[in-house]
C-alpha cells in the first residue's frame, strides 16, 4: 500500500523526547512512518499503539511485540487504551487531516483530480457520506458546512445552487458536484475554491472538528506528568482548536484565575509553532500548510 512521507516526521518524534521504556500513542498511524520512527526510539520494555479508522492502514501494520495497532477513531484513544490495560502515556503523537494515500486512491472520493463517486469517507464503517451531505442536507445547513469548515464568503450561493441542481437529478460524483461549480470557479482559482468546497464536505462527513475536541479533551487525564502533546494540523479550523487547548485547557473563552490571579491550566506549550522547511515541501507537497505543536503535561 503506497504511502507518502510522513511530515515533520524528525520534529514531530522529537517533540515527544521518547523514553526507552515509555508507552507512547501515535493516533493517526497512516502509512506507519511516524510510528517506525517512535519504535526507533523506544528500548525492549516501551511500547506504542496506534489508532486507524482506515480500512486500507490495517495492511501497513508493523510487526513488533512493542506494538499495538487499534481499528478504530482516536476519538475513543482513553477507552480502548484502558481495554489493554493502559490509563496514562508518556505521549500522543496525531498528525490531522487526510492521507496522502486517501487523497492519492480516485475511488475514495477525496481529491479533486480524479472522476469518483461522492463519498469521502475515512472509514468505510461510517453511514454518512459525501453523497449524503450533498443531496440531503437542506439549504441553510450546507451553507453553515461551507462557511464554517470551507471558510467559503459565497457559501449561500453555493448551498443554493447545489439544492437547486439536484431537484433535477441526484449529484452521484465528483464531476456532477463541479459541473453545479462551475460558474463559482474563478479562472486560475479554480482549484482552490474546490479544494474548500471538497474540505468542507470532507470535514462534516468524517466530523472532524468534533472528534478533534473528544480528543483533545481527553489528553489532561491521559498524559502523565511530563508527558507529550505532539500534533500536526493542516487547516486553521483544527490548528486554533489545538492552540487555545494547550493554551488554556479550553476551547472558548479563558481560564478562571484564583484569589491570587493564578490560573489551572493542564498544559505548558513547548517551542514556538514549528512548520516545515522550503526543502521538505518541495519534496512533499502535502506538507505546505502543516503546523506543528508541542506542549507538555503540567
Do not use: W
Request: hydrophobic letters at 40%.
Amino acid at each position: 500500500m503506497s504511502y507518502h512521507n510522513p511530515v515533520l516526521l524528525q520534529e514531530s518524534v522529537d517533540g515527544l523526547q521518547v523514553k526507552e521504556d515509555g508507552v507512547y500513542v501515535d493516533v493517526t498511524f497512516g502509512g506507519g512512518g511516524h510510528s517506525r520512527e517512535i519504535l526507533k526510539r523506544l528500548g525492549s520494555k516501551g511500547r506504542l499503539f496506534a489508532f486507524d479508522q482506515d480500512e486500507d492502514a490495517l495492511e501497513n501494520a508493523l510487526d513488533d511485540e512493542r506494538f499495538v495497532l487499534i481499528h478504530e477513531n482516536f476519538r475513543h484513544v482513553k477507552r480502548f487504551l484502558r481495554l489493554h490495560g493502559v490509563k496514562q502515556v508518556d505521549g500522543v503523537l496525531g498528525d490531522f487531516g487526510v492521507s496522502s494515500h486517501q487523497f492519492d486512491i480516485p475511488e475514495r472520493g477525496f481529491s479533486i483530480r480524479f472522476e469518483a463517486g461522492l463519498d469521502m469517507r475515512m472509514s468505510k464503517r461510517s453511514e454518512l457520506s459525501a453523497y449524503n451531505v450533498v443531496n440531503d442536507y437542506d439549504e441553510e445547513q450546507l451553507r453553515s458546512i461551507l462557511s464554517l469548515y470551507g471558510e467559503l464568503k459565497n457559501a449561500r450561493a453555493v448551498a443554493g445552487a447545489i439544492v437547486a441542481a439536484r431537484k433535477e437529478l441526484p449529484l452521484k460524483t465528483t464531476e456532477d458536484l463541479k459541473h453545479v461549480l462551475e460558474r463559482f470557479l474563478p479562472r486560475r482559482k479554480e482549484n482552490k475554491v474546490l479544494a474548500q468546497v471538497y474540505q468542507a464536505i470532507r470535514i462534516e462527513v468524517n466530523r472532524e472538528i468534533e472528534v478533534l475536541r473528544e480528543f483533545l479533551k481527553q489528553m489532561p487525564d491521559m498524559l502523565k506528568k511530563e508527558g507529550r502533546l505532539s500534533l500536526i494540523s493542516y487547516h486553521s479550523l483544527e490548528d486554533r482548536l489545538v492552540k487555545r487547548f494547550i493554551r488554556s485547557g479550553m476551547f472558548e473563552g479563558e481560564p478562571e484565575k484564583d484569589f491570587y490571579g493564578n490560573v489551572d491550566v493542564p498544559f505548558k506549550k513547548v517551542g514556538k509553532l514549528i512548520v516545515p522547511t522550503a526543502d521538505e515541501i518541495a519534496q512533499n507537497n502535502r506538507a505546505r500548510s502543516a503546523k506543528l505543536r508541542i506542549a507538555e503535561r503540567i
